[in-house]
């Protein structure tokens, strides 16, 4: 098939709805397909549309569907799609009836859904290259948080719970990611002057942050929501275990059962965790397992054949 695959993030930028279009066109281009990625629809004849983002994507959701209303469309519903969008948003609404099928990025995600949308709607982990395990530094117990400096992330809860750590911690953090506003520049830069074991290191090229993030002991994800986070599946693939907020998003990559989840805002919750994680080996190790058992859900492998599903249930 000629396929259009849209989503609203620029080429340049290193999104997670970026990755995510990037890796999918290789997928489909593996299956046999013809895949444009686009930022909007340009009108160009294509037998099926995927698009990112039920908001942000709903003018070419909608051109799509009025022009093609017999091709299929499948949409792909992000964390604001999920967490706010649907519930407030016409646009996003509209978008959600207008698809053939909809896919979710973890199993948490159908619990937003109506019994309607629910029932086109399938759960298709996304995948990452193994990672190589790169030796953790001696000299601390490196912490690592990845992802672009906004609202919804909660950027910050991390750098704030440091104050409440024991003196005796070897905790140290590194926050990877460019800031969306020069406002979030500016807080990421006075954290980093008042918090000794705070350092935010900016936007790095993928390669080094993946390396910085397999050093790590720890990756800490604050997010307030998330649809199937990236940096969940790139820490599992790197044998680095994960420090949440227990919100639907991260439950649906962890599993419910995990013990590595702090109440979403609450900085003292989560420097207790950080060091009872430091401080107990085998609490650690209980992590990890955990983590490690997760593995075989983000196999390249696997998200693929669920992409070879659901296009053959649209034939």
């Given at each position: 098939m000629k396929i259009a695959l849209i989503t609203p993030a620029r080429p340049a930028?290193?999104?997670?709805?970026?990755n995510t279009a990037v890796r999918?066109?290789?997928?489909?281009?593996?299956?046999?397909?013809?895949?444009?990625?686009?930022?909007?629809?340009?009108?160009?004849?294509?037998d099926l549309m995927i698009a990112l983002h039920a908001r942000r994507s709903h003018d070419s959701i909608a051109r799509f569907a009025a022009g093609n209303p017999a091709r299929p469309l499948v949409l792909a519903l992000t964390g604001t799609d999920l967490y706010r969008d649907i519930r407030f948003d016409a646009d996003a609404k509209r978008s959600?009836?207008?698809?053939?099928?909809?896919?979710?990025?973890?199993e948490m995600g159908l619990a937003e859904l109506a019994p309607v949308?629910?029932?086109?709607?399938?759960?298709?982990?996304?995948?990452?290259?193994?990672?190589?395990?790169v030796p953790p530094l001696k000299s601390c117990f490196e912490v690592c948080i990845s992802g672009h400096l906004r609202e919804e992330k909660d950027p910050f809860r991390l750098a704030?719970?440091?104050?409440?750590?024991?003196?005796?911690?070897?905790?140290?953090?590194?926050?990877?990611?460019?800031?969306?506003?020069?406002?979030?520049?500016?807080?990421?830069?006075?954290?980093?002057k008042r918090?000794?074991?705070?350092?935010?290191?900016?936007?790095?090229?993928?390669?080094?942050?993946?390396?910085?993030?397999?050093?790590?002991?720890?990756?800490?994800?604050?997010?307030?929501?998330?649809?199937?986070?990236?940096?969940?599946?790139?820490?599992?693939?790197?044998?680095v275990p994960v420090i949440a907020s227990r919100i639907?998003?991260?439950?649906?990559?962890?599993?419910?059962?995990?013990?590595?989840?702090?109440?979403?805002g609450d900085e003292r919750a989560l420097a207790r965790l950080l060091w009872r994680a430091e401080s107990d080996p085998e609490f650690y190790r209980k992590l990890k397992r955990h983590c490690a058992a997760r593995r075989h859900l983000i196999s390249?492998?696997?998200?693929?054949?669920g992409i070879k599903q659901l296009l053959a249930e649209l034939d």
């Open positions: 930028t290193r999104s997670g709805n970026r999918w066109a290789q997928l489909l281009r593996e299956l046999g397909h013809d895949v444009d990625v686009q930022m909007k629809w340009n009108g160009t004849p294509a959600l009836a207008l698809a053939t099928r909809m896919i979710v990025l973890q949308a629910r029932r086109k709607s399938r759960v298709i982990y996304q995948s990452t290259r193994p990672a190589r395990r704030a719970a440091l104050r409440y750590l024991p003196q005796q911690s070897r905790i140290r953090v590194t926050h990877m990611g460019a800031a969306m506003s020069g406002e979030m520049a500016t807080s990421a830069r006075d954290w980093t918090e000794p074991r705070y350092r935010w290191a900016g936007e790095l090229p993928h390669w080094l942050a993946l390396r910085r993030l397999a050093r790590s002991r720890l990756m800490v994800i604050s997010s307030r929501m998330e649809g199937g986070a990236n940096v969940v599946t790139e820490a599992l693939a790197a044998g639907p998003g991260n439950i649906g990559m962890l599993g419910a059962d995990y013990a590595g989840y702090y109440p979403l390249r492998k696997r998200e693929k054949q």
